[in-house]
């Protein structure tokens, strides 16, 4: 029996067959659930974060540049990922609370390191008292090959998009959807007192 046209092109376009069908549809199911955890979160006006990128020390035009922080946009924290106004993921990187340089003696380096981005944020422009994300790495949810990584925050699994939501439990994972619901919600109705 010979293929008809339309059997041919299904298998043409999609290789690997049902499985990467599941894929599709699953990565589909996790941008509708970013999709409405963007809006869930923009209609409560929820708190946001400031999202940097550090630029280190450098010379510009022979002179010295103090490092600072230049602001890329605002995100929401939820949990283990940072999702911004237009509907991307990030992982979480580095975090510190702006704060302007102050004279202190230091003994430890991870102190010290921690106040200069702390001031790199205040030199970049960032309020002081704002909550810095920095080192971050984007989210792809396109269900590229080059896509999430199976080690990284958020892995395809079982035909499923799930997240690991504790960094340090290689077991901790849970579905992605339920888990930005619960996330934004948490965020956009916080508990009295908070």
């Known amino acids: 029996m010979t293929e008809g046209p339309d059997e041919a092109s299904a298998q043409t376009a999609h290789p690997a067959g049902p499985a990467h069908l599941a894929g599709e ?86 102190v010290a390191e921690q106040r200069a981005y702390r001031a790199a944020a205040v030199r970049g422009g960032i309020p002081s008292g704002a909550t810095v994300n920095f080192d971050t790495a984007p989210i792809r949810l396109d269900g590229a090959s080059d896509g999430p990584p199976a080690d990284g925050p958020v892995a395809l699994r079982d035909g499923r998009v799930m997240v690991r939501w504790n960094p340090s439990d290689p077991g901790a994972w849970t579905p992605l959807a339920g888990y930005l619901a619960e996330r934004a919600e948490l ?5 009295p007192g908070t």
């Not at 965020?187 to 508990?191: C, E």
């Open 25 to 110: 549809a699953a990565f589909a199911e996790a941008r509708a659930a970013v999709a409405a955890a963007t809006a869930r979160l923009s209609a409560a006006d929820a708190r946001r974060e400031v999202l940097a990128v550090h630029e280190p020390a450098r010379r510009r035009l022979g002179l010295p540049r103090a490092a600072r922080m230049r602001r890329v946009g605002e995100v929401w924290r939820l949990g283990s990922l940072l999702l911004d106004g237009e509907g991307r993921l990030y992982a979480v990187g580095r975090v510190v609370r702006a704060e302007a340089p102050v004279r202190r003696s230091v003994t430890a380096n991870a």
């Open 187 to 191: 965020l956009a109705q916080p508990a």
